[in-house]
């Protein structure tokens, strides 16, 4: 290679390079997380609304609902870290699916649907710097 062909070779990288890094860094929130945040959501919770269908509308009902809601809010929020639980929400829609075989809640299935959903998402308060405790004596 030529070093002229090299020097413009680098020349054009470091610029592309820091185009690169001034959109991820203004834009990066607005076109990438939020994007996949929404994508994620939407994957992990696509089967609830077909499972809602089977069950008739009631005051347990609405009590799920809301309470999903919140755990969806959640995740979308800005302010904490939140990680879903693929494993404990598969759980969670067996359970639904076996409850809405018959379209009703009743208070029972409520309080255990409830207490299953405690555990879909955890959260951690995001800290606007983090710092690693150093192991190394």
């Known amino acids: 290679m030529k070093p002229g062909c090299f020097l413009k070779s680098l020349i054009v990288g470091t610029i592309l390079l820091g185009v690169i ?3 991820i860094s203004t834009k990066g929130k607005e076109w990438i997380v939020n994007p996949v945040k929404e994508t994620l959501v939407a994957n992990a919770f696509e089967s609830l609304p077909e499972e809602f269908k089977k069950i008739k509308d009631s ?3 609405m009590v799920i609902v809301q309470k999903l809601d919140s755990l969806i809010n959640l995740v979308k929020a800005d302010s904490v870290s939140a990680t879903i639980s693929f494993t404990r929400l598969e759980k969670f829609l067996e359970r ?3 409850y809405s075989k018959d379209s009703v ?6 309080d255990f649907l409830d207490k299953l959903s405690d555990d879909i998402v955890s959260t951690k308060k ?5 710092f690693e405790k150093d192991t190394v004596k």
Not at 105 to 110: A, D, P, Q, R
């Open 96 to 98: 639904l699916a076996d």
């Open 126 to 130: 995001r800290n606007f710097v983090e």
């Open 59 to 61: 005051k347990e009902k």
């Open 21 to 23: 890094i001034y959109i």
């Open 105 to 110: 809640l009743s208070k029972t299935e409520v």
